[in-house]
C-alpha cells in the first residue's frame, strides 16, 4: 500500500501533528450504539405513529411503530424456536418490501446477523454466500426463489430451514418433497407466537446479548471482477454511520421516504435504518418499473437513488420538453435559463435581485410546479444521490427547475455514506465533506483513505483482503482516487479503472462516460476504453429515443452516425487531446443488469462488457489510424 500523505481534518482543514488524530464530532452519548437500540428506542418513543405504508391489494395500507414490533418478535421468537442463537448469521434473498426489513429487524432481535443477497443472484452466487457465511437459515421471497436454491441444497450445509416469504400460491413441484426443510413466513410467526407464550422474558435476552462490537450484518461487495468478499459491519458501525448521515441530511421526523433501492446494497441498508432513527415514515416501492406511477401517489419529502434513474428521468424530459408546440418549446427554454441563473446565485450565496426574482417566480407558476408536479416530486424537500457518480449537468439541471440532488459517497464498508453534501452547503461533481464520525486522508497517489467508528475492521474469513485494504491503525484503502477542495471531496475515478495510454497519459474513464451520457440524447450507456491503446474510443447504447427514431438496425444509419459524431466532436472539445475519445461504435442492447452487464446498483460492469465486445474495440483500433 501507498504510504499516506499528512491527515487532513475536513472540518477545520487542520493539520494535526504526528500521531494525533482529528477530534472528531458526532460521537455522542445520548445516541444508540447498536440497531438493536435505534429500533427500540424508537418503538418505545413514537409507538402509534406511521412507521411504512405498503402497497396490500392494489391500496396503500399502513403499520405503526408498535404494530412492526409484535410482528418482528413473532419472527425473532420464531426463528429461536428453531434453534437461532446469538451470533448466527441468516441470509435474507428478496426485493426490497416490507417484509425485508422486519425480517432484518427480527434477525437483530434475535441476535444474529442479516446476510443479504441481491434477489437476481444466480444459484451458484447465492450458494457462494451462503456457504461463506456459514447461513443457518435463508429468508427468501418467492417460489422463484426456493426453485433456485432447492437443487444446490445438498451443498448448503450449515441451513437448516428456508423461510419462505411471499405466500403467492403453491410451491413448485421441486419443493413438494422438501418435508418441513420449506416453511411460511406465517408458519414461523406461529412458531414464534407459541415460544413467546412458553417463554415471554427470554426473547430480551438475546437482543441483550448484542453490543457495539457484535456483527450487524456481513454485506458481499457485487463486485465486477473476481471473487466476492464478505464486509462486517458492526453495529457500532451501523449506529454511527446512521446517527451522522441523518445529522448531515438533517431528515426530520415528519418526512415521507420513498424507498425502492434494494435493501441488499449498503444505500438501501443505511437509507432504510435512517428513518427509524428519526421516526419518519418509509413508503416502500412496488418496484422499479413502478417508480413514476408510485411518486406520484406517494409525493414524498426525500428519495435515495442511484444516479442511473435520474439520468432517466433527466432523458425523459428531455423527451417531454422537445415533444412541445414552438410556443412551449420557447418558454421552457426561457424558465430553463432562469433557473440556471438562479441556481448560480444560490450556489454562490448571492441573492437573486428584484428582477431575477420576479422571472424566477413566473418561471416557477408556468413551468417548475408543473413539472415537479407530474414527477410527483412536488413536496420534495431534497433527493439524494449515491452507488457511482453523478453527472454535475444531471444535478445543475433539477437544480434550476427546483429539486436539489445531495450526492454524497462511500462504500459498502464505510456504510454508504462517508461524505455528503448537506441541505445548506454543497456543491455539484462533489460529494460534499466528510461526515462528522469519519477521518480522511489522500495518499500520495491520490487514492482516499478513511477511518472512523463508522469504517469496517474486516473482511470476513478473508485475512489477506482485509490486511490488503486497512491498515494496523485502521486506516481502509478505498480504491478510489481523489481531491479535496476546501474540504468538498472530488472523486476523479476508480483506482483500478484508470487508463494509461500506449504514450502513458492517465484518463479517467467515468467523467468523460457521464458527459457523453448527458450531452448526447442518442446515448443511453457508455464505456470508455483504451489502456496500453494509442487512443480512447467507445462503446455506446442508444437511448429509447433513439431507438424510436431510427429503429432496424440504427447502429448502421449515416444520420445516427453524423448526430453522434457531432455530439462526440463538442464533448471532446472539452478534453484534453488524449482523453479524447477518436472513435465509437454503436452496440445492438443497452447494458443491462439481467444480461450480467450491469451490477444490482446498475454499475457497468468495466471487465465483462470489455470481454465481452473485445472484437469490436479491436475493430476500431484495426486501421490503425484516429480519424
Not at 210 to 233: A, D, N, Q
Request: hydrophobic fraction near 45%.
Amino acid at each position: 500500500m501507498t504510504a499516506p500523505s499528512a491527515t487532513v481534518d475536513l472540518r477545520t482543514g487542520a493539520r494535526p501533528s504526528a500521531g494525533n488524530s482529528p477530534n472528531l464530532a458526532g460521537l455522542r452519548k445520548d445516541e444508540p450504539t447498536t440497531a438493536v437500540a435505534i429500533w427500540k428506542g424508537r418503538v418505545r418513543e413514537t409507538p402509534q405513529r406511521t412507521a411504512f405504508r405498503f402497497k396490500r391489494d392494489g391500496a396503500w395500507a399502513a403499520m405503526t411503530w408498535a404494530e412492526a414490533d409484535v410482528v418482528a418478535r413473532e419472527m425473532a421468537a420464531g426463528l429461536v424456536s428453531l434453534g437461532v442463537v446469538p451470533g448466527d448469521r441468516i441470509a435474507l434473498l428478496s426485493q426490497t418490501r416490507l417484509e425485508w426489513t422486519l425480517a432484518d429487524v427480527a434477525i437483530l432481535l434475535a441476535g444474529a446477523a442479516t446476510v443479504p443477497i441481491y434477489p437476481q443472484s444466480t444459484a451458484e452466487q447465492c450458494e457462494f454466500i451462503i456457504r461463506d457465511s456459514g447461513a443457518k437459515l435463508v429468508i427468501l421471497e418467492d417460489a422463484a426463489q426456493v426453485a433456485k436454491l432447492l437443487p444446490v441444497r445438498h451443498r448448503l450445509f450449515t441451513v437448516a430451514r428456508l423461510v419462505h416469504i411471499s405466500g403467492d400460491g403453491a410451491l413448485p413441484e421441486v419443493a413438494r418433497g422438501a418435508g418441513d426443510f420449506v416453511l411460511s413466513l406465517d408458519d414461523l410467526r406461529a412458531a414464534g407466537r407459541t415460544w413467546l407464550a412458553k417463554h415471554p422474558d427470554d426473547l430480551d435476552s438475546h437482543s441483550a446479548s448484542i453490543t457495539p462490537e457484535s456483527m450487524f450484518t456481513i454485506i458481499y461487495t457485487s463486485g465486477t471482477t473476481g471473487t466476492p468478499k464478505g464486509v462486517v459491519l458492526t453495529h457500532e458501525n451501523i449506529a454511527a454511520g446512521v446517527c451522522s448521515a441523518v445529522r448531515a441530511i438533517n431528515i426530520l421526523d415528519g418526512d415521507q421516504q420513498y424507498l425502492f433501492v434494494p435493501l441488499a446494497h449498503v444505500l438501501g441498508r443505511e437509507i432504510a435504518w435512517a428513518p427509524i432513527q428519526v421516526g419518519c415514515t418509509t413508503w416502500f416501492s412496488e418496484g422499479v418499473a413502478k417508480i413514476k406511477d408510485n411518486l406520484v401517489e406517494v409525493r414524498p419529502s426525500f428519495m435515495a437513488s442511484v444516479p442511473r434513474i435520474y439520468e432517466k428521468f433527466y432523458a425523459g424530459l428531455q423527451a417531454a420538453f422537445a415533444e412541445g408546440s414552438p410556443g412551449k418549446r420557447k418558454l421552457i427554454k426561457w424558465a430553463l435559463g432562469v433557473g440556471k441563473a438562479v441556481s448560480v446565485r444560490k450556489r454562490s450565496g448571492r441573492s437573486l435581485g428584484p428582477w431575477l426574482g420576479l422571472e424566477h417566480a413566473i418561471a416557477e407558476k408556468l413551468v417548475f410546479s408543473k413539472v415537479r408536479e407530474r414527477l410527483g416530486l412536488d413536496r420534495c424537500r431534497f433527493l439524494i444521490s449515491g452507488g457511482a457518480p453523478l453527472s454535475p449537468e444531471i444535478a445543475e439541471f433539477f437544480h434550476a427547475i427546483g429539486l436539489l440532488i445531495l450526492e454524497g459517497y462511500g462504500l459498502t464498508e464505510t456504510v454508504a455514506a462517508a461524505f455528503f453534501n448537506r441541505l445548506d452547503n454543497y456543491r455539484f461533481g462533489t460529494v460534499g465533506p466528510a461526515i462528522d464520525v469519519v477521518e480522511v486522508k489522500i495518499a500520495d497517489d491520490g487514492e482516499i483513505l478513511m477511518r472512523g467508528p463508522s469504517v469496517f475492521h474486516q473482511y470476513y474469513n478473508n485475512p489477506q483482503a482485509t490486511a490488503e485494504a486497512v491498515e494496523p491503525d485502521g486506516w481502509f484503502h478505498s480504491g478510489d482516487i481523489g481531491v479535496l477542495e476546501d474540504g468538498f471531496l472530488r472523486i476523479t475515478d476508480r483506482k483500478k479503472d484508470l487508463i494509461v495510454t500506449a504514450g502513458g497519459k492517465k484518463v479517467a474513464p467515468q467523467p468523460i462516460e457521464n458527459a457523453i451520457k448527458v450531452q448526447s440524447p442518442m446515448v443511453s450507456q457508455a464505456l470508455v476504453y483504451g489502456d496500453k491503446r494509442p487512443y480512447c474510443v467507445a462503446l455506446v447504447t442508444l437511448s429509447e429515443d433513439a431507438l424510436k427514431r431510427f429503429g432496424g438496425t440504427p447502429g448502421d444509419s449515416p444520420e445516427l452516425q453524423a448526430l453522434l459524431k457531432k455530439d462526440f466532436d463538442q464533448i471532446n472539445s472539452k478534453l484534453a487531446s488524449w482523453e479524447t475519445v477518436k472513435k465509437f461504435a454503436v452496440l445492438a442492447n443497452d447494458f443491462t443488469e439481467a444480461s450480467g452487464e450491469l451490477t444490482p446498483s446498475l454499475k457497468v460492469k468495466r471487465k465483462v462488457v470489455i470481454e465481452r465486445y473485445q472484437s469490436v474495440i479491436d475493430g476500431l483500433y484495426a486501421s490503425g489510424r484516429e480519424d
